[in-house]
């Protein structure tokens, strides 16, 4: 079975093509062409993903995207459709998108392909909407049904991908009761998956994101965009120096649920900001340990919480900030000591961001443990697992 996966959700435009084999116990995923386009520099200016750019990087790059995972699949015809049926352009209302799609549908031939998953949510709805509307411009041109896949299921799918020398993709021993940890830019949550996407929620932030806080501190500190990564770096050269005596309370720490909340740590880096004078690059990178340590020590405490309540046989990582190498010890050592029958699984450090191939392996996943959803699509900004 061949799935075209596309991602437009915030600042990645990403499209690719996979083919998945196997039964569920069994499944098998070889990527057949991906592209991957980051807009993060184009917003870098605005300091955050601003929606009306992303939307339109996202139109102008689709087809091209799509063009070139194709190539590379092998499974680009010349010879389109010389007349496309009016209702396959009815929804594309910006005149040059619409002509790069017909441009697109009257080039190439149909492809060798069985669905298109396309993310419809959660993320910025005038993004989102790219992808939809490319999405079923080609599934009604071509007559292939598409699959709305939930943005975050992406992200808990890419922490279950192994991938062997062979460059197929297996999956990792996943066993149920799963729990995943989603920390990215958009969201900070808690999930538990009692089988194949069966979700309920143990955890949420009441405010800000986890990499939304790495952002804005980064900003603070007059780092560029996406901030995580330099903070990380930051905090990295505070700690090879011998560490730093600041500390930040870590937010919600005695609090009963499972919940989080950043945007106190935030204020509190912002308060520290301003009673400093100067502000050395050695003060920086302090300041940047101290957030760390505080965010860290949050997320390792909630999580064992939600480990305890649930009983969860695997922890499963997924989202941007997952790519941090110290939320990964920190997660893994929990774990090691604390739940020591529990398996800890993280995406690959290249599957950890945005991407194509979590939205196709999704979709397979679900057609493989028949609970596909094909209903009509429409973007969804906060779309939840349910
Ligand atoms: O999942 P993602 O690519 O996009 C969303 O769905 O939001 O996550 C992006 C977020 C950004 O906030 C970025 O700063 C953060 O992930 N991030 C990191 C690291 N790499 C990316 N945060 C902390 N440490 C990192 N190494
Ligand atoms: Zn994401």
Redesign the pocket.
């Known amino acids: 079975m061949r799935i075209l996966a596309i991602e437009t959700?915030?600042?990645?435009t990403a499209v690719a093509l996979l083919e998945g084999d196997g039964e569920l116990s069994d499944v098998r995923l070889t990527v057949l062409g991906n592209m991957l386009y980051s807009q993060a520099e184009k917003h870098a200016a605005y300091g955050g993903v601003y929606p009306a750019l992303a939307k339109r990087e996202h139109q102008g790059n689709l087809a091209p995207l799509a063009t070139e995972a194709l190539r590379q699949a092998g499974a680009l015809k010349e010879g389109g459709i010389a007349s496309l049926p009016p209702n396959v352009l009815l929804k594309i209302r910006e005149e040059e998108f619409r002509n790069d799609i017909q441009k697109f549908l009257e080039t190439y031939a149909k492809p060798d392909i069985d669905y298109i998953a396309v993310t419809h949510g959660p993320?910025l709805e005038p993004a989102l909407w790219t992808g939809i509307n490319f999405a079923e411009a080609l599934g009604a041109a071509w007559g292939i049904p598409i699959l709305g896949i939930n943005?975050?299921e992406g992200?808990i799918v890419s922490a279950l991908l192994e991938r062997p020398r062979t460059g197929t993709y297996a999956l990792k021993d996943t066993k149920f009761p799963l729990l995943a940890l989603l920390?990215?830019?958009?969201?900070t949550e808690l999930v538990l998956m009692k089988e194949w996407f069966a979700y309920e929620r143990v955890g949420m932030t009441k405010d800000d994101?986890?990499?939304?806080?790495?952002?804005k501190v980064?900003r603070l500190l007059g780092l560029p965009?996406?901030?995580?990564?330099?903070?990380?770096?930051a905090a990295e050269r505070s700690r090879a120096r011998g560490g730093t005596e600041m500390t930040f309370p870590s937010p919600m720490l005695h609090d009963p649920s499972c919940d989080f909340s950043f945007s106190g740590l935030k204020t509190a880096v912002l308060y520290k900001l301003r009673s400093m004078e100067k502000l050395s690059e050695q003060d920086k990178e302090e300041i940047a340990q101290a957030f760390?340590d505080a965010a860290v020590t949050a997320i390792v405490a909630k999580t064992e919480r939600a480990l305890r309540a649930t009983g969860a046989q695997t922890l499963a990582v997924?989202?941007?900030?997952?790519?941090?190498?110290?939320?990964r010890k920190a997660l893994k050592d929990m774990v090691a000591k604390l739940f020591p029958e529990t398996t800890v699984l993280f995406p690959e450090s290249d599957m950890?961001?945005?991407n194509a191939i979590m939205i196709g392996a999704a979709a397979h996943l679900r057609i493989a443990s028949g609970k596909k959803t094909e209903k009509e699509l429409e973007a969804l900004g906060s779309l939840v697992l349910e």
């Open positions: 959700s915030c600042d990645e993320g943005h975050m992200h920390i990215s830019g958009g969201h994101a986890l990499g939304e806080a790495f952002d980064a965009y996406p901030g995580g990564p330099h903070i990380e770096e760390e997924g989202g941007g900030v997952a790519a941090n190498g110290t939320i950890a961001g945005d």
